[in-house]
């Protein structure tokens, strides 16, 4: 990811960072590896670290430390420590999310999936901008082709 948009959220959502700085004047530094994963999925992040926040307020519990977050097969992997079933569910939510949500520009809207040696989420046109020179193949989430339909089928 951008490291803009990673400082942004690490800015954003310090809470679940503060335990990697080594004192408190420190600046936030990205976790260990940056976020490993693309742009495409920041709404996802910051969406699900918002709602995580917003149920650790409400039900005062600690913040959440976050180890890791990455793309692993094709989906977020969000790796921390702490909280409760409800973080959990909403972690399993996100993943979720992004195996429907373009890794590099962040639609939903004709997403699929890379074969041949390497799982990536992408739409097609970032499949063809990012991907075109390397051996894989380009699938169409089979969720597709009903979208297509329901909206040729409201637009008459
Ligand atoms: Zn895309």
Same mark, same amino acid.
């Given at each position: 990811m951008d490291i803009v948009l990673q400082k942004h959220l690490i800015k954003k959502h310090h809470i679940f960072f503060d335990? *990697? @700085?080594? =004192? @408190?004047?420190d600046i936030m530094l990205p976790?260990? #590896? +940056? #976020?490993?994963? +693309?742009? +495409?999925?920041y709404h996802i992040l910051d969406t699900l670290m918002g709602s995580i926040k917003h149920h650790q307020k409400f039900k005062k519990i600690e913040p959440i430390k976050i180890k890791q977050i990455k793309e692993k097969f094709g989906t977020l992997s969000f790796y921390y420590t702490g909280g409760d079933e409800y973080i959990h569910g909403l972690v399993s939510m996100a993943s979720s999310m992004s195996a429907r949500t373009?890794?590099?520009?962040?639609?939903?809207? +004709?997403v699929g999936m890379t074969s041949g040696g390497w799982y990536s989420v992408s739409c097609e046109d970032c499949f063809n901008k =990012? #991907?075109? *020179? @390397?051996?894989l193949k380009w699938n169409a989430n089979p969720d597709v082709r009903i979208l297509k339909i329901s909206k040729l089928l409201k637009n008459g």
């Open positions: 335990h *990697l @700085k080594k =004192n @408190k004047d976790i260990y #590896f +940056g #976020f490993d994963c +693309g742009d +495409g999925w373009c890794e590099c520009c962040g639609t939903t809207d +004709g =990012n #991907f075109r *020179l @390397k051996d």
